[in-house]
């Protein structure tokens, strides 16, 4: 429970003035505090920090509170009102540095925010966070002596920049260079560029290329080139220079002289010269003097008072170095310029001896700083590089060999109690113990490319003292081995080529096969003799030298094969699996199985692209150090290699499994992923997402042996990631995923991309953090799997992963949908549990409040991942079931009457070409659009049944017969524009016309239907999913396979019309009755194709409008009547509206009853009605239709 604000203020001001008291200001007064302050408080520490003013003293005071409730640190934090003691005195701010809290592991001691530990405590307590800018945010353990985070927020950085200035001409003046040096020379610093503070610019190194010896570097002063430089180059500098600092090199390369204070110089040759006197002879004898410098730093800090030669340091460093450079250089060695400098403390001294080995001076300074380190904080860096063992090469390790680093032991004055910390690339690795014999060793398990670099190995005592020693270590690509075949079938007899390559600098060869390799590509032709047993083979390919890496060829021996083969795959026989290689750049294989109809089946790619393999392997060893550069190389390899992986579905699952190693290792090892990493893992993540991938993720989750789902577990590295990013606000926007994470009070909500809005009511935990995921294509990743297994339903909605950093009870989701189209909408999470662990969907604690203006709003009870589930609603609507069914009805009806009355006019139209094709199109429209309708009524009824199979048959033939409706009609226009235009006798025969409009009827048709149905069904994406046997529309747009031909077929009749009255209206006919009759022909047709084309053509364009909109009753009902209405407009518009079908009906009709009232008396009066119309039929045979003939009865036949 948090104390009263009031308590709090007394228990700090009560702590400061205890403080000031004991110091000796007496007159601060505490009465102010008496009653509410009753206990002494802790220990404090104060220091004298400036004067302000000139009557006025600014003090500042280091408080250590302890307490156990979270919520008076929060309130102290808050604090940020001045608070008058008296009048003389008040507290006008407080600052929180530390914070120290027992961990399971111990106590960790985190600096608040411009607060951070120096690099020397980091390195003593071991840090938990990244040590960067030689400071570090946290460290192991509590620190003696009351120590706390130092400010840090102005911090001055110091850091040595090297700049390279070339001048690229063919020739300068003589004094260029020294008119270039003097410049700089001149400079007076400190120089301010942007916020940038140059403070000082020592020039190091001029080359030039004027000599004839090639160039000629010369130092500046205070520094000179190492002595290796002096002894591998020709040196230019005179005899009696005191050190190297002139060479001539042959080209110009990234050396540069270094300060004197830093390396080894070469041995400086003097010369004395005593003279030895006799009483003839004067003996001269020369002595060689060699001087090197030597540097050394002390972790303290540093007092000019060190450099007075009478105290202790002075005397005691110069003591050490003379006695060790004697004991173990030569006895005449001198210590020399000994002095002390900043920067903790560096003691910089000169050994001057007649010997010049290096070696001998080296170890003269181990021991001196061995003996110092007994009393002083020393810093001891090793010459000797850290063991390495395990490798075959320290210089180059193999990518998978394990790494052992062996650090010590250290100097023995050291002890061995001490604190080790390993490093690499400047991340603390672990903090450990030396070992008994005063070692340490760190081992790789898996050495990797992201783990090249430099470890380093500090040991050190709690005073400071440091001993460091450190090693670059580098990682040479695994030897890939790719062979060719993998697996094969070789008939006997017979030979079969077996190949066998490696990249990079290794060779290869078989194993006890003659005298083949090695090499980097090599081949052996296997050879089967007749006579040869079934039996396997194995053919081993291995790397020269390193036998434990190999690849093993298998060869089946055959009598008899069952598959030839192909190009990938070679001969094998039933049930056989055969093995391929990958294609360059991919790495696994590709198998296929031989099948009983002598092909191959059942392909699987398990091909990966290297690259990503490669990345997968190393994911496997990440820790605290290589994970940020770990990530920035999966977001360049994600980035550069798009649509490799977004087509190849066995690497994205070697993606999901880089992202679970993140996961897994980053909460095992706790690691923290700062923002830039985690930037990188939704860039790389993001690509997974994108439309792209769609047709990789369904191979995936439609993939049945196996046990574990992909996308389910893509899901879950999410979630274990989330967990373990900064603590701290972030917005990270990339183009396929949102990361927020927010610290909030009691109350959130926020709006996420203005697609999802998050809003929290109330939290049990008044202040705490929350992490929201949105992804704006995860329904291409997760499957539609539901609790209800309803099939139906579609993601229509972002999907919101939410992760709070306490339990949430009551969190309200409002998800903008994707598709209006759909409706029934289901709030609900991912499941990971559902379907024996493969995961789905699941409503289980989530509530659907409100769906309005396109947003669809859900109440949770729990937090992980949330989305929305539609599915495609059919239309209800009592009134238009009646209209639809009644004028289905009508249709029918008219269409039954059609075709009624053309089977009385058949036979008496085969003698007009253009009539008798006319009816045939009608007759092919009507029973095309019956037969449609008779299955729509079927189709409805299997609806109810849910039936699937059923439903796809009554929808295949639906759409057939709707379909050859159109191309009927299409027929029937392309006839009158061939009538129309072909003016001429002769073209096309009735058998021929009567091919192409079957052909064009029924076959263009058959083909559309089977296709669709074809490319749709195995997806079981064919039909509908809401009760109605139709195309399926929001999955596969199967429609498109009705809608397109259909208004197609408008279009292309609309402009066969046009052109055919066009034609008709300025043609000239003659007065020949059979050309009369025939443009009587052309405009029946015309007419009613005028009529029929644009009803249909609006009919389903108001069908394409129910796809637009599907709840706008207006347009349901139009289309009920429209489409109830076909089979009466063909009745009207092709039959009935023709004036000679009437004609010959009434005829008809007249003879029927001429035939019924008849006699045998009256044969005499029918014979001469005969002879009448048998005359009057050969005046009018060559310009009339009618034909009369008299056999017993007479029969009347009209052709129209």
């Not at 910089?348 to 904080?377: C, G, H, R, T, W």
């Amino acid at each position: 429970m948090a104390l009263p604000k009031l308590a709090q203020f007394a228990v700090i001001l009560s702590v400061i003035c205890y403080t000031l008291d004991k110091s000796g200001f007496n007159p601060l007064v505490f009465t102010f505090f008496e009653e509410s302050v009753d206990s002494k408080s802790p220990s404090l520490y104060a220091r004298e920090k400036r004067e302000t003013a000139i009557t006025s003293t600014e003090y500042e005071l280091d408080v250590i509170m302890s307490f156990s409730d979270s919520a008076i640190l929060q309130m102290i934090t808050d604090f940020n009102v001045s608070i008058s003691i008296d009048n003389k005195s008040e507290i006008s701010s407080l600052v929180i540095t530390t914070v120290c809290s027992l961990e399971k592991a111990g106590y960790q001691c985190k600096c608040e925010e411009n607060f951070a530990w120096s690099y020397n405590t980091c390195l003593t307590y071991g840090a938990c966070d990244a040590i960067t800018g030689d400071t570090c945010g946290c460290i192991n353990d509590l620190p003696a002596d009351g120590q706390s985070c130092q400010f840090n927020g102005n911090q001055i950085v110091e850091r040595d920049v090297l700049n390279n200035l070339f001048i690229p001409v063919a020739s300068v003046p003589p004094n260029l260079l020294d008119s270039i040096i003097a410049i700089l020379k001149n400079e007076s610093f400190p120089v301010t560029i942007l916020s940038l503070e140059v403070r000082e610019m020592n020039l190091s190194t001029v080359c030039d290329p004027s000599s004839a010896q090639g160039l000629r570097c010369k130092c500046e002063d205070d520094f000179s080139w190492p002595c290796e430089m002096c002894t591998s180059n020709t040196t230019c500098s005179s005899d009696s220079s005191s050190s190297c600092n002139c060479i001539y090199k042959s080209s110009f390369s990234e050396q540069y002289c270094q300060p004197v204070t830093e390396i080894h110089q070469c041995p400086v040759r003097s010369t004395t010269t005593p003279t030895l006197s006799t009483q003839n002879v004067t003996t001269v004898a020369t002595t060689e003097t060699f001087t090197v410098t030597e540097s050394f730093t002390l972790n303290m800090q540093f007092k000019e008072s060190y450099n007075d030669p009478d105290s202790d340091l002075y005397k005691n460093v110069s003591a050490a170095a003379e006695i060790n450079c004697k004991a173990f250089v030569s006895t005449d060695c001198k210590v020399q310029n000994l002095k002390f400098r900043s920067g903790s403390t560096i003691a910089d001294f000169s050994l001057s001896s007649s010997s010049q080995d290096v070696s001998k001076v080296q170890l003269a300074k181990d021991e001196m700083l061995n003996q110092l380190v007994e009393n002083y904080p020393v810093e001891i860096v090793s010459p000797k590089k850290l063991d390495v063992t395990d490798v075959v090469s320290s210089e180059e390790i193999i990518a998978g060999d394990s790494v052992t680093l062996t650090c010590g032991p250290p100097p023995t004055n050291l002890g061995l109690n001490l604190r080790v910390v390993w490093t690499f690339a400047g991340t603390v690795l672990e903090p450990t113990k030396g070992s008994d014999e005063g070692t340490s060793k760190y081992t790789i398990p898996q050495f990797f490319q992201i783990h090249d670099g430099k470890y380093v190995c500090t040991m050190s005592r709690k005073d400071g003292a440091i001993f460091t020693q450190s090693r670059d270590l580098k990682s040479k690509p695994a030897p890939v081995i790719t062979v060719n075949p993998i697996s094969a079938v070789l008939k006997c007899p017979g030979s079969q080529t077996l190949k066998c390559s490696v990249e990079g600098d290794y060779k290869v060869e078989f194993r006890r096969v003659g005298p083949i390799g090695p090499g980097t590509d090599i081949s052996y032709k296997y050879t089967a003799s007749s006579g040869c047993q079934q039996e396997e083979k194995e053919i081993i390919c291995q790397v020269t030298g390193k036998p434990e890496t190999n690849k093993i060829i298998k060869l089946a021996l055959r009598q008899n094969v069952y598959c030839e083969g192909d190009k990938v795959f070679g001969a094998g026989y039933q049930n056989f699996v055969a093995v391929a290689s990958c294609e360059d750049g991919m790495v696994g294989n590709r198998t296929a199985v031989c099948k009983a109809d002598r092909t191959y089946g059942d392909f699987q790619d398990n091909c990966v692209l290297e690259v990503i393999q490669n990345l997968l392997d190393q994911s496997a060893t990440l820790d605290k150090a290589t994970m940020p550069g770990f990530l920035e190389n999966l977001k360049d390899a994600t980035i550069n290699n798009t649509e490799t992986i977004t087509d190849s579905p066995a690497t994205i699952n070697a993606m999901v499994d880089i992202l679970e190693n993140v996961a897994n290792r980053s909460g095992s090892l706790n690691i923290t992923i700062y923002e830039e990493s985690t930037k990188n893992i939704m860039k790389s993540a993001g690509v997974l997402t994108i439309d792209t991938a769609k047709k990789s993720w369904d191979t995936l989750n439609n993939e049945t042996s196996n046990k574990v789902d992909a996308s389910s577990s893509f899901l879950s590295a999410f979630e274990g990631i989330t967990a373990n990013v900064v603590n701290k606000p972030l917005n990270i926007n990339t183009d396929h995923i949102i990361f927020t994470k927010t610290n909030f009070t009691n109350i959130f909500k926020e709006d996420f991309n203005s697609s999802v809005e998050v809003e929290i009511a109330e939290a049990e935990v008044e202040k705490q953090s929350i992490s929201v995921i949105v992804f704006a294509s995860m329904n291409n990743v997760l499957p539609v799997r539901e609790k209800t297994n309803t099939s139906s339903s579609v993601i229509n909605g972002r999907v919101a992963l939410i992760q709070p950093e306490s339990n949430l009870t009551n969190i309200s989701i409002a998800f903008d949908v994707l598709n209006e189209t759909l409706g029934n909408p289901k709030c609900v999470f991912w499941d990971f549990d559902l379907f024996d662990g493969l995961g789905g969907w699941s409503e289980d604690g989530c509530s659907f409040v409100m769906s309005e203006n396109g947003s669809v709003t859900c109440n949770c009870d729990h937090t992980t991942s949330f989305s929305i589930l539609m599915s495609p609603s059919s239309y209800s609507d009592p009134p238009l079931e009646y209209i639809t069914y009644i004028g289905v009805g009508i249709s029918m009806g008219s269409l039954i009457i059609c075709l009624i009355i053309e089977g009385i006019v058949w036979r008496k139209i085969r003698t007009n070409r253009t009539s008798y094709l006319r009816h045939v199109s009608i007759v092919n429209i009507a029973v095309s659009l019956l037969i449609a309708d008779i299955w729509f009524i079927i189709g409805a009824a299997i609806s109810k049944t849910k039936n699937a199979p059923a439903c796809t048959a009554a929808t295949f033939f639906i759409h057939f017969f709707y379909l050859a409706m159109f191309f009927w009609m299409l027929a029937s226009a392309l006839l009158l524009l061939y009538l129309t235009v072909n003016v001429f006798d002769g073209g096309l025969s009735k058998a021929s016309m009567l091919a192409i409009g079957f052909s064009l009827g029924y076959g263009a048709p058959l083909i559309i239907a089977t296709i669709t149905i074809a490319v749709t069904a195995p997806s079981k994406e064919y039909i509908q999913n809401n009760n109605a046997c139709w195309l399926n529309w929001y999955k596969s747009k199967a429609l498109l396979g009705f809608v397109i031909p259909a208004l197609l077929i408008v279009a292309v009749n609309l402009i066969i019309l046009i052109v055919v009255i066009f034609k008709i209206v300025w043609r000239r006919y003659g007065e020949n009755a059979a050309q009369a009759g025939e443009k009587h022909v052309l405009l029946v047709i015309a007419r009613s194709l005028a009529v029929l084309t644009p009803f249909f053509g609006i009919t389903w364009g108001l069908g394409v409008g129910i796809m637009a909109s599907p709840k706008n009753r207006g347009i349901h009902i139009t289309f009920a009547l429209f489409n109830s209405l076909q089979g009466l407009f063909i009745l009207v518009f092709g039959t009935l509206l023709d004036r000679m079908v009437w004609t010959e009906i009434r005829q008809s009709h007249s003879s029927t009853s001429q035939i019924q009232t008849g006699s045998s008396g009256a044969r005499n009066i029918s014979s001469g009605v005969g002879d009448f119309f048998r005359r009057f039929r050969r005046e009018r045979r060559s310009r009339s239709g009618y034909q009369l003939s008299s056999n017993g009865a007479t029969n009347l036949s009209f052709n129209t």
